[in-house]
C-alpha cells in the first residue's frame, strides 16, 4: 500500500468512526464539549499511532482502546475535577429529569471513570467480560466486580427518582 492510499485508509476510518467514538464518549463524559475533545484527542493519537507504527492490525479495537485510556487519564489529572461557573448555582448538585436517559447519563456521571468504562463497554460497546478485561488491562473478576457495584449503583439512582 502506497503512502497516500495509506493515509486515504487512515482519513476514512477517521470519518467512518468518528461518530461512534462520540457516542461513546458522551456516555463516559456526560457532557458534550468534553466528549468532543476526547474523541479528537483519540483520533490524533490513533493517527499518530498508526503512522508511527506503520498500521496497526486492529484499528477499531485501538481507537476504542485509545477512547477509554485518554478518559481515565483525564479523569486522574487534578485539574479535571474543578469545574468553573459563571455565577453560583441556586440549587445543590444536579437537578435529573424524569427523562430516563438523561437519568442514566447523570448516574454514569456519578460513577468513578473504570466504573463508567466497564458499563459503556459492556452494555453500550456490547463487549463481553474478556474483551473488555483485556481492553482496560485488568483480570475478568475485575471487570466483573466494577459491573455489579456500578449497575447496583445505577438502580440506586432511579429506585431514588421514583420513589
Not at 475533545?37 to 479495537?61: C, E, F, I, M, S
Not at 483485556?134 to 440506586?156: D, P
Request: glycine content about 8%; charged content about 25%; some cysteine.
Amino acid at each position: 500500500m502506497t503512502r497516500s492510499e495509506y493515509e486515504a485508509a487512515l482519513h476514512d476510518f477517521v470519518e467512518a468512526r468518528r461518530g461512534a467514538l462520540f457516542r461513546s464518549a458522551y456516555l463516559l463524559c456526560g457532557n458534550r464539549d468534553e466528549a468532543e475533545d476526547l474523541v479528537q484527542t483519540t483520533l490524533v493519537k490513533v493517527v499518530l499511532g498508526a503512522r508511527r507504527h506503520g498500521g496497526l492490525d486492529n484499528l477499531h479495537a485501538y481507537a476504542r482502546r485509545t477512547l477509554v485510556n485518554t478518559f481515565i487519564a483525564g479523569r486522574r489529572r487534578f485539574w479535571r475535577r474543578e469545574q468553573a461557573y459563571g455565577e453560583v448555582p441556586d440549587v445543590a448538585g444536579q437537578t435529573v429529569d424524569s427523562d430516563t436517559g438523561l437519568m442514566v447519563r447523570a448516574a454514569l456521571a456519578a460513577l468513578p471513570p473504570k466504573q463508567r468504562a466497564v458499563l459503556v463497554l459492556r452494555y453500550w460497546e456490547d463487549l463481553g467480560v474478556g474483551d473488555t478485561a483485556e481492553l482496560l488491562g485488568m483480570r475478568e473478576s475485575t471487570v466483573k466486580s466494577h459491573t455489579a457495584r456500578g449497575l447496583a449503583a445505577l438502580r440506586a439512582v432511579v429506585r431514588e427518582v421514583h420513589t
